[in-house]
């Protein structure tokens, strides 16, 4: 049975000292908000994120209404947050940070069984990885936010001599773990990994509450595959996903030396503020990461299972096993793309958690070696891993987002319009943007159907949903908001029969040169297109980068 851990005596001065390791994180997250918040989104990624919750306020449902990838959950707390804050960017955003804050808070409470030292430089270095990819309030931020908590509220759970006590923390923990999975129904086996080595040896009541827990997290799957329909829910969450986007979307394994592979990824690298110190290319940067994010992983499971096996009980050895197998089972995101978006999501936790991992194995190599040093040496292996090796994706950006703060280095434009906004990275496409924003409401009428797509709709590769978010008063015509390679463009889509019975369309050129190594480049079907030549009329074309279109009065559709 699982012994509670002896209480540590309260040290004066200790409330202090927790309130400065605290102060320290906080500057850490505070410097970069004011850019982040302004700084330009993914066109597609935050487009829809702000429009699917949008949908479902308006009772529309993922999967039956709208191609939606992941699982319920991102959208329904989102929608909660639009309901209560408002539809806007700035409250989606918000939401993003709380999910990295989740991601940071959850690791800085799980290496706090270390001390304050290894809590500081594992929060720091988290969110040294993930704030730079931006707030977008993604579903995947989202779960593993939620996962990590979970496993740090568990682990409490398995230390606490009251059992009543217990039980209810061990609720609250799978409780947790339970709706990471409803975030994304791709973390199941991280979590089920993760979750399931701290409850392998948990008091029989203590394991009931925390898989009473899991279940009730995800008890609102039921509904969603009542209200969706199974084989709309299946087709969506599971078969779109796994086998028809893959094709289009993966890059190469491991990604290549000399070249950045994906599109987004060449397209953020030029506008990169400058880095002073020695470092390999971008291209270089992102294949090294690739191999340290593997080699972490297994490091940090090596080092786990010493660990357990020294001490089978300890709450350090258990809490090192569930970090190093939640690592573990993310890495399918990881090897799905590999760009450095995806490296991140998954390397926040392992990269976050290795001045933890380096600290064990050095008080084990050199048990001799001073607990602040090996604290503060491991610490510093962690930083030193994204000064030198990647920080064209982590410090770096970083640096430039706490510059834009400052209004420093900052190339954000803002289209906006019904106290919405987006920020675009260039002049000429926020000015194309605006443009064509603003000759859409014009003509539209409220109630009417819009559809945007890329001027090829063959190459469904990626598409500027934001144009929804800033024209509300038109309905989504249709349920390809996200455009994915190998899914709109099929022949089967039913795209052509939707674009036929919109009210207006607005193309974008901005992605005619998408170009990656996979079958993004395909051409599909020209069916939307052949609709779109025979019923719609141009309206305007907008500095060569939009096209509006509506429906020509004599079209038959």
């Known amino acids: 049975m699982t012994t509670a851990a002896p209480a540590r005596p309260v040290r004066r001065g200790s409330g202090r000292r927790e309130a ?39 009772g529309k449902i ?17 929608a909660g947050a639009f309901r209560v804050f408002g539809t806007h960017l700035v409250t989606e955003r918000a939401f993003g940070l709380v999910q990295q804050l989740a991601i940071i808070g959850g690791l800085y409470a799980l290496a706090r069984h270390w001390g304050r030292t290894l809590a500081v430089g594992s929060a720091v270095t988290a969110a040294l990885v993930i704030m730079p990819f931006g707030l977008t309030a993604l579903a995947w931020v989202g779960g593993v936010g939620l ?94 996903p796994v086998f028809r986007l893959r094709p289009g979307r993966s890059l190469p394994v491991p990604p290549s030396w000399g070249n950045l592979d994906g599109f987004l990824q060449r397209a953020g690298a030029l506008q990169q503020l400058d880095w002073p110190l020695p470092a390999p290319i971008d291209s270089q940067q992102l294949f090294l990461w690739f191999f340290a ?70 008080r084990r190599l050199r048990p001799r070696t001073a607990p602040r040093v090996a604290a503060l040496t491991a610490t510093g292996a962690a930083l030193l891993l994204l000064v030198g090796i990647v920080p064209a994706y982590t410090v770096t950006r970083y640096a430039d987002y706490s510059l834009q703060t400052f209004d420093r280095h900052r190339s954000s434009f803002v289209i906006e319009r019904a106290g919405r906004r987006f920020y675009y990275g260039k002049q000429d496409r926020a000015r194309a943007g605006q443009m064509v924003v603003d000759a859409a409401a014009r003509i539209a009428r409220p109630g009417q159907t819009l559809v945007v797509g890329p ?19 038109l309905e989504p015509g249709t349920r390809y908001i996200e455009m994915d390679p190998g899914v709109a463009d099929r022949a089967d889509s039913g795209l052509d029969r939707e674009i036929a019975a919109a009210d207006l369309v607005i193309l974008s050129a901005i992605w005619d040169d998408w170009s990656e190594p996979n079958a993004s480049v395909n051409r599909g079907s020209d069916r939307s297109a052949r609709v779109l030549a025979r019923d719609f009329c141009r309206v305007g074309t907008y500095l060569g980068l939009y096209e509006l279109y509506r429906k020509c009065p004599t079209a038959n559709g």
């Open 147 to 240: 996962a990590v908590v979970g496993l740090a509220v568990a682990v409490s759970a398995r230390s606490l001599a009251d059992d009543r006590r217990a039980g209810r923390r061990a609720l609250a923990a799978g409780l947790l773990l339970g709706l990471a999975v409803l975030f994304r129904l791709d973390l199941i086996i991280a979590v089920t990994l993760a979750g399931g080595s701290l409850a392998w040896d948990l008091p029989r009541t203590r394991r009931r509450h925390l898989i009473a827990g899991v279940a009730l997290g995800g008890a609102p799957y039921v509904v969603h595959l009542a209200t969706a329909g199974i084989g709309a829910a299946v087709e969506g969450m599971v078969f779109e």
């Open 293 to 362: 994010l593997l080699g972490l992983v297994a490091f940090t499971l090596a080092v786990a299972v010493v660990a357990v096996r020294a001490d089978r009980h300890g709450v350090r050895a258990r809490t090192l096993l569930a970090v190093a197998l939640l690592s573990a089972g993310m890495l399918p995101q990881a090897l799905q793309r590999v760009d450095s978006a995806h490296l991140a999501w998954v390397g926040c936790v392992p990269i976050g958690f290795l001045p933890v991992a380096g600290y064990e194995a050095l």
């Open 455 to 473: 001027a090829d709709l063959r190459r469904t590769a990626y598409s500027d949903a934001y144009l929804y978010h800033l024209l509300p008063e």
């Open 62 to 78: 993922a999967n039956r209404d709208f191609l939606h990838l992941y699982g319920p959950g991102s959208l329904w707390a989102l």
């Open 20 to 58: 400065l390791a605290l102060a320290i994180v906080g500057a850490v997250v505070l410097l970069p908000l004011r850019g982040l918040f302004r700084a330009p989104g993914p066109p597609m990624e935050e487009g829809f994120m702000l429009v699917f919750p949008e949908l479902v306020l308006g």
